[in-house]
């Protein structure tokens, strides 16, 4: 499932990120609920988890202004140290339920997947499809489309493909890499997370001319950026006008 997260504390951000990546759910995170709210007007979300201050506003106030742009998107709410008013009153606000921060790994996967189920979108494991910066992420085939293309992935390959657009713009170390794709195994030597990574550069055309930049960061990981079309240079064959 396509979840959004307010989350103003990056390293929890990062933390909940990773696991529900793990539970394979895809998670888009925002620092303040404006950014999301604009986003939430051109693309589709099936869950929205945001800390009870979503770094502009408050919980209430942002439930039904997410409702006006999608109507009965279901909601969780992330509180750190929970008291009885705080959860009275999200709860009066619209929200569907209620997380202690920070979260709980299980506990959260186990509340996110109850939640997904009541609202009716529950969907199997092996058939997500996931559509991220024009590139459609095929979970059953381990194949992505885009353009006019499909190419076929190895089953690392597309967790590291999907770990790479689910986190657009962001740095994503070696070691979240690592847990995500080799499920938290720490002793893959750095070339072989260095050749899948370069494997999908090449699979999947993450060039600038094709509007994707994937770039190694020495001592930490690789983060993959979208290039805007004013930034790219023609190659010297490109036709002028």
């Given at each position: 499932?396509?979840?959004?997260?307010?989350?103003?504390?990056?390293?929890?951000?990062?933390?909940?990120?990773?696991?529900?990546?793990?539970?394979?759910?895809?998670?888009?995170?925002?620092?303040?609920?404006?950014?999301?709210?604009?986003?939430?007007?051109?693309?589709?979300?099936?869950?929205?988890?945001?800390?009870?201050?979503?770094?502009?506003?408050?919980?209430?106030?942002?439930?039904?202004?997410?409702?006006?742009?999608?109507?009965?998107?279901?909601?969780?709410?992330?509180?750190?140290?929970?008291?009885?008013?705080?959860?009275?009153?999200?709860?009066?606000?619209?929200?569907?339920?209620?997380?202690?921060?920070?979260?709980?790994?299980?506990?959260?996967?186990?509340?996110?997947?109850?939640?997904?189920?009541?609202?009716?979108?529950?969907?199997?494991?092996?058939?997500?499809?996931?559509?991220?910066?024009?590139?459609?992420?095929?979970?059953?085939q381990c194949s992505?489309?885009?353009?006019?293309?499909?190419?076929?992935?190895?089953?690392?390959?597309?967790?590291?493909?999907l770990l790479l657009?689910?986190?657009?713009?962001?740095?994503?170390?070696?070691?979240?890499?690592?847990?995500?794709?080799?499920?938290?195994?720490?002793?893959?030597?750095?070339?072989?997370?260095?050749?899948?990574?370069?494997?999908?550069?090449?699979?999947?055309?993450?060039?600038?001319?094709?509007?994707?930049?994937?770039?190694?960061?020495?001592?930490?990981?690789?983060?993959?950026?979208?290039?805007?079309?004013?930034?790219?240079?023609?190659?010297?064959?490109?036709?002028?006008?």
């Amino acid at each position: 499932m396509r979840i959004a997260l307010i989350e103003p504390d990056a390293r929890h951000a990062e933390l909940v990120n990773r696991l529900l990546f793990a539970g394979g759910h895809t998670c888009q995170h925002f620092s303040a609920s404006a950014p999301f709210l604009e986003n939430a007007a051109d693309e589709f979300f099936d869950l929205l988890l945001t800390e009870n201050w979503a770094g502009d506003l408050p919980a209430e106030d942002v439930i039904p202004r997410a409702r006006a742009i999608l109507p009965n998107l279901p909601v969780i709410v992330l509180i750190p140290e929970p008291r009885e008013s705080q959860i009275v009153a999200v709860l009066q606000a619209g929200a569907d339920d209620c997380l202690s921060k920070p979260v709980r790994g299980p506990e959260m996967l186990a509340r996110v997947d109850a939640l997904l189920r009541r609202a009716g979108l529950r969907r199997p494991q092996k058939r997500r499809r996931d559509v991220i910066g024009g590139y459609a992420f095929d979970a059953a085939q381990c194949s992505v489309s885009f353009g006019d293309r499909t190419v076929m992935l190895t089953p690392k390959e597309f967790r590291l493909a999907l770990l790479l657009f689910t986190n657009l713009s962001r740095p994503v170390s070696r070691a979240h890499i690592l847990e995500a794709v080799w499920m938290r195994r720490r002793d893959v030597p750095s070339r072989t997370v260095d050749t899948h990574a370069s494997r999908v550069r090449t699979k999947l055309q993450l060039c600038p001319e094709h509007g994707y930049c994937l770039t190694p960061l020495y001592g930490f990981g690789y983060q993959l950026d979208a290039v805007p079309p004013d930034a790219i240079v023609p190659g010297p064959d490109a036709p002028t006008m």
